[in-house]
């Protein structure tokens, strides 16, 4: 097959590998790239205070080591969590374990057992700039202090939205491997809107049911739910879909 590869450049790389090495030829376009955010600076303030840390995303766990790293400084011995396996498994990189949920979403996160009773729990939510409220909402309704830390940035690249279009249906584009809702906005804001009945007809693959249904709402029809957002996740799924 040749899907597309949307994520930010070093993630992508290694999505590209796992492709080829299962012998797809996928087409790579960046859609986003990350920086450190400008609340780093509060991160060890914000840990030694936290008894439950819970990050929204791999990049947020990344920039916050390499952050803590930079500074001589370690992590907590506290509870971690992670919305969805790839967190999970950015936390495990530096050695840390957290619980995370079968179903990869915030709501999935928010049915864990252990984060039900907060009353009086300090909880720190590592993310990026923006991105949904939920998790600090629901907790602080069930008793708990939530501060957020901003460990990266999303900066989307200017770029030329109807060349790309053209570009990927010459080459035969036939899916898309799309990890967020903010990638598939960014995405559906690139391709011209006469070509965006061509985009609907790809095989486009997802992290979760919500972003599933951003896509359905959208237009898209065929749909496939990965088991997380996970360069190792994606390819299964694709890879099961093309047995099919």
């Known amino acids: 097959m040749i899907p597309l590869v949307v994520r930010p450049a070093q993630q992508a790389e290694e999505l590209v590998q796992l492709l080829r090495q299962c012998g797809h030829h996928p087409l790579c376009c960046p859609l986003l790239e990350t920086r450190p955010g400008d609340e780093l600076s509060r991160l060890p303030e914000l840990l030694s205070a936290a008894d439950i840390v819970v990050a929204v995303s791999a990049h947020a766990v990344k920039f916050a080591h390499h952050f803590l790293l930079q500074t001589g400084q370690t992590w907590p011995h506290i509870d971690y969590f992670a919305v969805g396996q790839a967190s999970a498994d950015a936390f495990a990189e530096v050695g840390i374990r957290a619980q995370s949920p079968e179903d990869p979403r ?15 729990k300090r909880v720190l939510i590592l993310r990026g700039n923006g991105g949904r409220d939920l998790i600090a909402r629901t907790l602080a309704s069930r008793g708990a202090l939530v501060h957020y830390c901003a460990t990266y940035e999303r900066h989307y690249p200017a770029l030329d939205g109807d060349a790309l279009t053209r570009h990927w249906q010459g080459a035969g584009l036939d899916s898309l491997l799309i990890t967020s809702g903010e990638l598939l ?33 959208a237009g898209f029809t065929r749909i496939v739910i990965a088991q997380g957002a996970s360069n190792q996740a994606l390819v299964a799924a694709l890879e099961l879909r093309k047995m099919e």
């Open 106 to 120: 915030s709501e999935g996160l928010l049915l864990l057992p252990t984060l039900q009773e907060m009353a009086g």
């Open 185 to 217: 906005q960014r995405l559906l804001e690139l391709v011209p809107s006469q070509q965006q009945p061509w985009l609907y007809d790809r095989l486009l693959v997802v992290p979760s049911p919500r972003v599933a249904e951003l896509a359905e709402a």
